[in-house]
């Protein structure tokens, strides 16, 4: 609305210097039609933008957690076999920190990864039914603004 309003208000004023007895042809009405969409479609465009900038930050967590998660349960593993290759036995209390560490790895990325990628389907969603309204609106403010301008 305020994109539209604004574009209005620059319209009426370059209009007001012109002539003033002269009545607006088929030609000003699609230009002044063609700018309102334009300055419509510039403000849904810097809307979309502002809502989905935060997106690729849950889409990288979402994606890359779950391999430092990997990383870290491949490092207690390894750790859990250096104990083991070290002491020379495969007793529990050998065996058991690695291990533990390599869980809680996992853990970690999982915790990471899941509240990330549930963010970022549930805003990929709201910014689509947005983008949806904000289009709507468009349209529906470009009938009214056209009615106005034949006097409807």
Do not use: C
Request: aromatic letters at 8%; proline letters at 3%.
């Amino acid at each position: 609305f305020s994109a539209v309003f604004s574009e209005l208000k620059k319209i009426n004023k370059i209009r007001t210097r012109g002539e003033q007895n002269s009545p607006e042809t088929l030609e000003m009405q699609l230009a002044t039609m063609d700018n309102l969409k334009r300055a419509l479609r510039k403000a849904e465009d810097a809307e979309v933008n502002r809502f989905g900038s935060l997106l690729p930050f849950l889409a990288t967590t979402g994606n890359t957690a779950p391999f430092i998660g990997l990383f870290g349960t491949v490092w207690g593993i390894m750790d859990a076999f250096h104990g083991i290759g070290t002491s020379g036995s495969a007793s529990l209390a050998v065996v058991a920190p690695g291990i533990s560490e390599a869980l809680v790895a996992t853990a970690i990325g999982l915790v990471a990864a899941i509240p990330a990628v549930i963010g970022y389907n549930h805003f990929v969603n709201k910014i689509n039914v947005l983008t949806g309204e904000m289009d709507n609106f468009s349209q529906e403010m470009l009938n009214i603004v056209q009615r106005m301008s034949r006097g409807n």
